[in-house]
């Protein structure tokens, strides 16, 4: 039987835009207490005004989560307003696309610090409060490219799989702890993110997968019941062509 998730508490990275945001109304929507981190100020207080005035429960910060020192002081603040988390969605990513040698080495660099370092920085501030519980999620949001390489992709596609070896084994780390960790891995998500790097053909747009899509599937996979997890999931539109 489906596990109920009010009164949960679940902190969400990049959670002013696109996945995280939408990861976050549906959470809200259950009777989580979502506590919402990003870097940009204004996005993501807009985020946490909206699910507040939904009649739904929300805190935010902000932070650069390649930064452990501001990701500890965020986690930090979020717990202080939330209570201790239950749920960690590590979503906060950035992607450019080209080729190795087009690519500037610099926005290579913040890509996969964004992926890998920010994961590793949330979970690293966020998993001793799961484990004091001793129970809790952890989802991290890789991709497609986290399992197969394309041209133009490196640098997004070494933060994806890196993402994916990160939960694999992390996932044998806390089981004892009845923490269940999980890489989910979709296709092109209709983002602004996406948008803004041309994957999105708008003519098809109504067939191609949306946030609020990916988002049941997280609300999905976490009212699973607590003695069974998914390791990792491919999620695909069915019909973009």
């Known amino acids: 039987m489906p596990q109920s998730l009010e009164g949960k508490v679940a902190f969400i990275t990049g959670a002013g835009r696109g996945i995280g945001r939408a990861v976050a109304e549906a959470l809200a929507k259950q009777g989580v207490t979502v506590g919402l981190l990003a870097r940009t100020e204004q996005q993501v207080k807009e985020v946490a005004e909206k699910i507040i005035a939904d009649g739904g429960k929300a805190a935010f910060v902000t932070a650069d989560v390649t930064n452990l020192e501001e990701v500890d002081a965020a986690i930090d603040s979020l717990t202080k307003q939330t209570g201790k988390a239950d ?43 799961l484990i004091e519980k001793n129970e809790g999620d952890i989802i991290n949001i890789s991709s497609t490219n986290g399992l197969n390489g394309a041209a133009t992709s490196t640098a997004y596609s070494a933060a994806k799989f890196g993402i994916i070896g990160l939960t694999e084994s992390l996932a044998q780390e806390v089981r004892r702890n009845n923490i269940r960790v999980t890489a989910l891995a979709p296709s092109t998500v209709v983002t602004e993110l996406a948008r803004e790097s041309g994957l999105i053909d708008e003519s098809k747009v109504d067939r191609m997968m949306h946030p609020e899509d990916f988002a049941e599937v997280i609300v999905n996979q976490l009212t699973l019941p607590n003695r069974i997890y998914v390791k990792q999931a491919t999620i695909l539109g069915t019909n973009p062509y």
């Open 87 to 129: 749920i960690l969605i590590n979503n906060a990513g950035i992607g450019e696309f080209g080729t190795l040698l087009d690519q500037d080495p610099l926005m290579w660099k913040k890509i996969v610090d964004t992926g890998i370092f920010g994961t590793y920085h949330v979970t690293h501030a966020v998993l001793p409060q």
